[in-house]
């Protein structure tokens, strides 16, 4: 068995998947990686946060900084 990754235009996805279902190829379905890439606030906010910028001092860990609050 030979594992493939393809990207598949979304208005073609059923097609695709009943001619893969008719050819016996078996698929999982994963949830697309942007679903957890953060957009560019959440990047800054992160970026603000490391630096302590709106802190008394940059978090260092998250543990102790949640103890802490």
């Known amino acids: 068995m030979e594992t493939l990754v393809i990207k598949v235009p979304e208005k073609k996805s059923a097609l695709v998947k009943q001619l893969l279902k008719e050819l ?16 560019a606030l959440t990047k800054k906010t992160i970026e603000d946060v490391h630096k302590g910028i709106g802190l ?8 102790d900084f949640i103890k802490a609050s």
Do not use: L, Q
């Open 56 to 63: 008394e001092e940059p978090i260092v860990d998250v543990k």
């Open 24 to 39: 016996g190829v078996t698929f999982e379905e994963k949830a697309s990686k942007s679903t957890n890439t953060p957009n």
